[in-house]
């Protein structure tokens, strides 16, 4: 390794080492490697996103279906089982509410929550949440819970 012998690291050059648009001496004047017409020659030009030459593109070819309802209520579920194992591991003991969930993680401090019946709870907590399904809600209270609907 002598100074005869250094290079730059392989892909760090891009330059082609000719320089565009500086008289046709040079090999690249005239129009600067751009061809003659076309919407690529001119200044300005950005391609749109999907282009493809005129050519109708993919997301236009293909069939849409189904719908897609605008009032749709999105409910973050938590089940039985995940709250039993953070009464397990302590960091939820006796009320659980919309602070005890963002603070865990469960939920963000946007979402609607829905409280799920998987699993087994053994551990009397009050749940404060949006939504409660039937098993949810009966499982609660057999454990000596309570249930309060936001």
């Not at 749709?72 to 302590?90: A, P």
């Not at 509410?97 to 865990?104: C, G, P, R």
């Amino acid at each position: 390794m002598d100074l005869s012998n250094l290079k730059p690291a392989a892909g760090s050059v891009k330059s082609s080492g000719k320089r565009l648009g500086r008289g046709q001496g040079s090999g690249k004047g005239g129009t600067a490697a751009r061809g003659h017409n076309g919407a690529k020659s001119r200044s300005g030009y950005s391609r749109k996103i999907g282009f493809e030459g005129g050519q109708m593109p993919l997301q236009r070819r293909v069939p849409k279906f189904g719908f897609t309802n605008i009032n749709r209520k999105d409910y973050q579920g938590i089940n039985l089982d995940t709250l039993q194992n953070w009464v397990d591991d302590g960091k939820i003991t006796d009320v659980v509410d919309l602070d005890v969930l963002i603070s865990t993680r469960l939920a963000t401090k946007n979402d609607l929550v829905k409280i799920l019946g998987r699993g087994e709870l053994k551990a009397k907590l009050k749940v404060s949440a949006h939504k409660f399904t039937a098993t949810a809600k009966a499982a609660i209270e057999a454990a000596g819970g309570e249930v309060v609907t936001l």
